[in-house]
């Protein structure tokens, strides 16, 4: 058995111990041994079975390939970044003058060129901020807002995020009361109007981005809303900025404002197809009195953030506008494509993709794939990178519409080998 210190001294592992770190490069030499221990591999090829095992970085996060169809999947980490942002966050890893000005030699504020972004990409909003997520954007209103006081909210949209996580706990962890008005099918303006008076802190409309209630319904829109007096805090969830043509029924910030909302909260990594963060547009002073209070300190975003934010909103679309906007014709000719190349292992089905939890309940995207056998699900899970389907009528399904069409060569090629 090759010694540890032996292999380690290899320059090959020795180089990845470099980029690595020891030890990781350490626990793939001992995996390595135990291979050869167990007849798995010989002794003079414990080096190369090393190598093999070592990780592609010195994080456990693995790149996935989405043909779930979803393509906001919370579990694969909502949106992927544009190469853009991929670059930007690069650039801000190191030393960077995300608070400094140069000309000036002095602190300068925080993340203002992503901030500026933000505001030139809706210019309706008097100003902008940026936190942690859609969450804290939420507990940031909440708290500076109406801490001590009411949020009206229709019962209709007392909504559960996901993972246990509810958005009326949320708001009450931050001592402000919910005031609860109307029905889970029902609300009017004159439930809201009877609720509104001097313990209001303000009007809380949240978009129900994940469920969808039909039949004998009723809601009070943005606009009616701001007739009230108390400001209106709207959060639309996904994160678009003006109206989506595919997603009819999805709210969008500028359109928000333009009914009066005094605030819009959003995710940046649903819809907007950036990292995750939250966005926060709407009154100056309102604004100015979230950005000033005590919790945004702890609420702030990182660097990397802020360049990821800006260059999504400045550079080219981001990937999931592409697959949004990516035609139901190519993603046949590509699931065609693999399955002529795979011949009797896959066969090219029609299929329907969804946004996701992000956003757009009840939208269906007319989509395109390859169906497998449902046995290589695990074997295709376990492949690198691994691919994520999801299972429909006992056959795996390959769903394209999230799929960069370069990753279509990924997925051919994991197939092949599950399928030995
Ligand atoms: C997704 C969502 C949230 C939570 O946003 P995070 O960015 O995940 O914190 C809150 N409200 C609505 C309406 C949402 O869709």
């Known amino acids: ?16 111990q470099e980029s690595l770190g020891r030890g990781l490069v350490k626990a793939a030499v001992v995996a390595a041994q135990q291979r050869v221990r167990d007849g798995l591999a010989l002794p003079d090829e414990a080096v190369e079975a090393a190598l093999a095992l070592l990780p592609g970085t010195a994080c456990g996060l693995q790149p996935v390939v989405n043909a779930t169809g979803v393509l906001v999947h919370t579990n694969l980490g909502r949106a992927p970044l544009s190469p853009a942002a991929v670059a930007a966050v690069t650039a801000a890893a190191d030393y960077t003058d995300v608070e400094f000005d140069l000309a000036g030699g002095r602190r300068a504020r925080r993340g203002r060129t992503a901030l500026a972004a933000l505001a ?19 507990v940031l209103a909440a708290t500076a807002l109406a ?10 949209e007392l909504v559960e995020i996901g993972d246990g996580f509810r958005l009326p706990d949320l708001l009450e962890s931050t001592g402000a009361r919910l005031r609860e008005v109307g029905t889970t099918n029902r609300t009017t303006l004159d439930d809201y109007a009877k609720a509104c008076g001097p313990e209001t802190g303000f009007l809380l409309k949240v978009h129900p981005s994940n469920f969808r209630i039909e039949g004998f319904t009723s809601e009070v829109s943005v606009e009616q809303l701001a007739t009230l007096g108390p400001p209106v805090v709207a959060d639309i969830g996904s994160g678009l900025l003006r109206p989506e043509p595919l997603l009819p029924g999805e709210p969008d910030a500028d359109t928000a404002l333009r009914q009066g909302a005094a605030l819009v909260t959003a995710s940046g990594d649903k819809l907007l197809g950036g990292p995750q963060a939250g966005l926060l547009l709407g009154d100056a002073d309102i604004v100015e009195r979230l950005r000033r209070h005590p919790l945004a300190r702890a609420l702030r975003v990182d660097k990397l953030t802020l360049a990821a934010i800006e260059a999504t909103l400045r550079g080219p679309r981001p990937p999931l506008h592409r697959s949004l906007h990516t035609s139901v014709a190519e993603l046949r000719e590509r699931a065609e494509r693999l399955a002529r190349r795979l011949g009797t292992r896959a066969e090219a089905v029609a299929t329907t993709a969804r946004v996701g939890g992000g956003g757009a309940p009840g939208v269906e995207l007319p989509s395109a794939g390859i169906a497998v056998d449902q046995e290589l699900a695990v074997r295709l899970r376990a492949n690198d990178p691994p691919v994520v389907g999801r299972v429909t009528d006992g056959r795996l399904v390959l769903d394209l519409r999230a799929v960069d069409p370069a990753q279509d060569e990924v997925i051919l090629a994991a197939v092949e080998r599950a399928c030995r």
């Open 147 to 156: 801490r001590g006081k009411e949020i009206v909210i229709s019962r209709g």
């Open 120 to 138: 030139e990409a809706v210019p309706r909003a008097r100003a902008v901020h940026l936190v942690n997520n859609n969450a804290a954007a939420l």
């Open 1 to 16: 058995m090759p010694r540890t210190d032996v292999m380690l001294a290899d320059h090959r592992l020795a180089a990845a």
